[in-house]
């Protein structure tokens, strides 16, 4: 990482010191960086996720094609100040396109951007956490067969498994198909023996077969015969992960393994993100002074089950960060909010149960909030960017329809700077007001 900063979670990730001044004493507004890796498979069948430590903005680019932004408005340039300033110390994860990667060598460039031209500090770190190959080709896609990774076990204690599932509806020979270990200082490969798979059929290749084992980091790809494609690849984890929708869908934490059977999961649906702040209506003008930005920022969270819910080991991720406290506890059909600044909403809305503080911002461009249960799976999501009432202006967000709750349900919800109590019937579609 590269930095001038004195926060203690910052300064121990510090390779390269970087000065806030240039040769002639002035403050540096933008800085620059670049460096390039390599890639051997069709970069048409990989996606990118990037872990970002950012002090205050940035653009980034792949190849030159601009690939994500933080905090950086269009129509930028050199001299540009960024939107607001980040969490140092938190990472900002982003996936994002693949179309400008190349097979070879690659250039990823940033720049990034202080918040005022006064700023003592600047933090870039840049990790790329997952190169993965998208699963399950198209038959028509040339020795492409229709397998996938289905279950992968922890890689500690020696143990190491992974289980295949056949996609199709017809049995599917897997003779020459190659499973290749790539890390743990060496590279490994199994050529799987004649053998045919069945329609919806499960196999389970552990390390007593294979021959080796893996350690967490590492990536396990399985190749068609001959290596000439990839049928599927995954990274091994200190813990077991499962796929659902079976073979094709995301990787979660499942509630038991089961080699050889189909998933088994205890996900949590009772508490969902219930209503957004992510940009509040300005203060007024007064004095003559023009009207100024409200800082007020803040997730409710509801509880629709008919049950309490302990939110110990819960989380707020992605666009945040909030870890519930030990013996936070939700009641049924109660609302819990979640502050940036949990003391001043507090002092505001003194009735409201209120918890934070929460690390990193929201945007008004739009990002994903995911709630996650103790066991790291999604309970909740929320992408407002890609919803349609996102892209027009207003000061919250608030959810209609039965998906969200089965009945409506009056209650005391933060609206611009008033408590209302209302009724409002429930539903999955989000809504602005």
Known sequence: MLAQEDNAAVTPLTNTVLSVTNAAGQRIITYYFRTTFFVSNNPASITLSAANLLDDGAVVYLNGTEAYRYRIAAGHNYQTLADNQGSEATYE?????????????????????????????????????????????????????????????????????????????QSVVLDNCVLSRFGSGTNREYVLPAQTLPAGGYLVLDRATVGFGADPGDRVVLYAPGKTTVLDAVVAKSFPRARLPEGTGAWLRPSVTTPGAANAFALRSEIVINE???????????????????????????????????????????????????????????????????????????????????SGKLSSRGERILLKDPAGNPADVLDHATSEIAREPSWALTPRASA??????????????????SEVPRSSRWMQR
């Open 276 to 358: 957004i702040m992510y940009r509040h209506k300005p203060f007024p003008s007064a004095n003559g002074l023009p009207a100024a930005d409200n800082p007020e920022e803040w997730i409710e969270l509801y509880n629709r089950g008919s049950n309490a819910v302990d939110l110990t080991g819960w989380e707020l991720d992605d666009a945040i960060r909030f870890n519930f406290a030990n013996g936070t506890v939700l009641a049924p059909g109660a609302y819990l909010v979640v502050a940036k600044d949990a003391v001043t909403l507090g002092a505001a809305y003194p009735a409201i149960d209120i918890v934070g503080d929460y």
């Open 93 to 169: 994860t982003i996936s994002f396109s693949s179309a400008a990667l190349l097979q070879g060598t690659n250039v990823l460039a940033a720049e990034v951007h202080q918040v005022n031209a006064s700023s003592s500090d600047v933090v870039f770190g840049l990790r790329l956490d997952d190169v993965t190959t998208v699963t399950n080709q198209p038959p028509e896609v040339a020795g492409a067969l229709p397998v996938a990774f289905n279950e992968v076990s922890s890689v500690t204690n020696a143990q190491f498994w992974v289980e295949l599932v056949n996609l199709s509806t």
């Open 404 to 421: 969200r709750a089965k009945a409506s349900n009056v209650h005391g919800r933060l609206v611009g700077t008033k408590l209302l109590e």
